[in-house]
C-alpha cells in the first residue's frame, strides 16, 4: 500500500495515555528525562505529558518539563489533558508553564447523556466556555472526542452536530480516538475518509487502541483516509492492550506508505529500554523493531543465505535502528552460523576444527535455548583440548541436591565397552557425583587424583542463561598438575565433564604405557 509522500505528525502519549497502563506510574524525574528523550533524541513533533489536576507531584513534573522545553526551543509541543471544567484544567496548565490543552470531550451520545447527564447543547456550550476561557489565558486548544469510534457508530449526526458547533472557534486538532480500540483497518478507512471530506480544513489526528491487535494496521488505514497526525506510545503502553507501538508506526508509515515523518530511528531502541525500566513492563524479545530476538537468525539455511549475498536480509535492517544482525548457536546451527560468529570474534579456525565446534554446539543445544556468541570461546577451548579418544563416555547421570540435605547422584558410564552404574552422596552435587565416579573407577584400580582448584565462570557480561565453563586443576604429586575443563548449560555437569576428561587422559596414558 503506498501512495504520494507527505507529512504524519507524531505525538507521543506514553507519559499520559502509557501511564494508564496497570501497575505503570513515572516518578516526576522519570517524566522529566523521558520527555526530554522523546522531543531532544528521538524528535517527536508532540508529546502528551500528564492530565491536569492529578496531583502536585504531576504539577511539579509538568512544571519542570515545561520549563525546560521553552528553554531549549519546544514550546507549543507539550500538551496536557484537560478537562471542560471552565476554568480549572486550564489555569492547573497555566501554572505549570503549559501552552496546549487537549480538552476531553464526549463523541458519542451516550457518554454525553448517560455519563455527564447532558444534552448536546449543553455539552457543546460547556466546551464553548472552556476553549474561550483557555484561548484567552494564550493556551492553544486540542479537543478529543471520547469514544469516537462508538459514538460515530452509533449515532454519527451526534458527531456532526458537535463538530459543527466547534469547528470555526480556532481549535487546532480535533483528535479522534478509538477509545477501546473496537475499529477494524475497514471501519477506520470509512469512517475518517468520512469526516476528512466533511471537514476538509481541519486537522485531524487519530488516536487507536490495540485491543484487536490491529493498532498499527489501523494507522494504516487512517494516513489512507487523510489524516495527518498519529498517537503513539513507546513499547505500546497504554490501558488494557495498548496503544499504537511508535516503533512499529514509524517503521510501517516510511516503509509502506512512503510517508515523512521526523522521528530519529536511531534512538528508538535507546527510548524503548529507558521506558522500560522506568515502567518495568518488559518487551517481548519477539516484539517488533525492539525486542532482543528479532535481528537474530537461527535457522542455519538462513545464516548461509546471509553469507552468500544477503538473501534474508531486508529494508527494516538492524542498521537502522543501532543494532545489529546476530546469529543464534544452537542444534540448527549450520557452518554459516558459525562462520558469522567467528567473524564477529575476530578468529579464524581450520574446516576440521570447525566442524568439531559445530558438533559441540548442536550437542549443546539441546540442553540450552541458544549459544551467544561470548559463549563461543568456551567451547572452542573445550574442543581444542578435548582428543579423540573416549575410553569413559558419560550415558546418563542425574543429581540431587536439596538445601540442608545430602545430596545424591545417580550415574552410568561406559569404560571399555562395558556399562557401569553406581550411585552416590556428598555435600553437594559434585561430591555425590564423585563419590559415585570413585565406586566405578575402583574396578579399575584407578584413583582420582587429588582436587586443587575448582573455578566456574560464565563469559565476560553473560547472564544466568549463559554457558557455564568449569575449570578444575589436579595433582598427582608436585611435578604432575594438570588442568581440564568442561563446558555446560548446567554447571554442576561441566565439573562432571571436567572430571571425565582427567579420567579418559589417564586412562590412554595407561594404555600408552601398556
Known amino acids: 500500500m ?54 502536585e507531584g504531576e504539577k511539579q513534573a509538568v512544571t519542570d518539563i515545561n520549563t525546560w522545553a521553552n528553554l531549549e526551543g519546544y514550546p507549543g509541543q507539550v500538551e496536557v489533558l484537560g478537562f471542560v471544567d471552565h476554568t480549572k484544567s486550564v489555569d492547573w496548565i497555566k501554572e505549570t508553564g503549559g501552552r496546549v490543552i487537549n480538552l476531553l470531550t464526549k463523541g458519542s451520545e451516550k457518554h454525553c447523556h448517560e455519563q455527564l447527564r447532558k444534552t448536546l447543547e449543553q455539552h457543546s456550550d460547556d466546551i464553548l466556555q472552556t476553549v474561550e476561557y483557555a484561548q484567552n489565558q494564550g493556551l492553544s486548544v486540542n479537543v478529543y472526542l471520547e469514544d469516537w469510534s462508538n459514538g460515530f457508530n452509533d449515532n454519527r449526526d451526534y458527531v456532526y452536530q458537535l463538530m459543527d458547533r466547534l469547528q470555526h472557534v480556532g481549535i487546532k486538532h480535533f483528535m479522534l480516538p478509538d477509545t477501546l480500540g473496537v475499529m477494524s483497518p475497514e ?28 493498532a498499527t494496521a489501523n494507522v494504516m488505514a487512517a494516513v489512507k483516509a487523510g489524516v495527518n497526525s498519529i498517537h503513539c506510545t513507546v513499547n505500546c503502553l497504554g490501558e488494557r ?24 530511528e536511531s534512538h528508538i531502541v535507546r527510548t524503548s529500554a529507558m521506558v522500560e525500566n522506568f515502567s518495568g513492563k518488559r518487551v517481548s524479545a519477539n516484539t517488533p523493531i525492539i525486542g532482543a530476538d528479532v535481528f537474530t537468525q537461527t535457522a542455519g539455511i538462513h545464516a548461509d543465505g546471509d553469507h552468500k549475498g544477503g538473501l ?3 529494508i527494516l535492517s538492524p542498521e537502522r535502528f543501532s543494532r545489529t544482525r546476530s546469529y543464534a548457536l544452537g542444534k540448527m546451527s549450520g557452518k554459516a552460523s558459525l562462520l558469522k560468529n567467528l567473524e564477529k570474534l575476530g578468529l579464524d579456525l581450520p574446516p576440521e576444527i ?4 559445530l558438533i559441540k554446539i548442536v550437542q549443546l543445544g539441546d540442553s540450552k535455548q541458544t549459544i551467544t556468541t561470548d559463549d563461543l570461546p568456551f567451547i572452542i577451548a573445550d574442543v581444542l583440548e578435548n582428543d579423540n579418544y573416549q575410553h569413559i563416555q558419560l550415558i546418563n547421570c542425574s543429581i540431587t541436591s536439596e538445601l ?3 545430596s545424591t547422584a545417580m550415574l552410568c558410564v561406559n569404560i ?15 561430591d555425590a557425583f564423585i563419590d559415585a565416579i570413585n565406586k566405578i573407577m575402583a574396578q579399575y584400580n584407578y584413583t582420582l587424583p587429588e582436587l586443587v582448584d575448582y573455578e566456574v565462570r560464565i563469559p565476560k557480561g553473560g547472564h544466568t542463561s549463559a554457558l557455564t565453563e568449569c575449570l578444575i586443576t ?12 568442561g563446558v555446560h548449560a548446567n554447571q554442576v555437569f561441566a565439573s562432571v565433564l571436567a572430571t571425565l576428561k582427567i579420567i579418559n587422559i589417564h586412562l590412554q596414558e595407561q594404555m600408552n604405557i601398556n
Open 312 to 314: 534474508y536480509e531486508t
Open 416 to 430: 571399555k565397552d562395558r556399562e557401569h552404574s553406581a550411585t552416590g552422596s556428598g555435600n553437594g552435587g559434585f
Open 241 to 264: 492492550a495498548g496503544n499504537a507501538s511508535l516503533a512499529e508506526v514509524t517503521a510501517v508509515l516510511r516503509d509502506k506508505m512512503a510517508m515523512d515523518l521526523s522521528i530519529n
Open 354 to 357: 570447525q566442524q568439531k565446534v
Open 187 to 214: 471501519e477506520v478507512f470509512d469512517s475518517l475518509s468520512d469526516m476528512c471530506n466533511r471537514y476538509p480544513t481541519l486537522h485531524f489526528d487519530f488516536h487507536p487502541h490495540n485491543d484487536y491487535g490491529l
Open 2 to 55: 503506498t501512495q504520494e509522500s507527505r507529512t504524519i505528525q507524531i505525538m507521543d502519549t506514553t507519559l499520559r495515555d502509557g501511564e494508564q497502563t496497570q501497575g505503570v506510574s513515572f516518578s516526576p524525574d522519570e517524566k522529566v528525562n523521558l520527555a526530554k528523550t522523546l522531543l531532544d533524541s528521538l524528535q517527536v513533533d508532540r508529546i502528551e505529558v500528564a492530565s491536569a489536576r492529578v496531583s
Open 404 to 406: 540442608d540435605s545430602v
Open 474 to 485: 589436579w595433582e598427582y604429586g608436585t611435578d604432575d598438575v594438570r588442568k581440564t575443563r
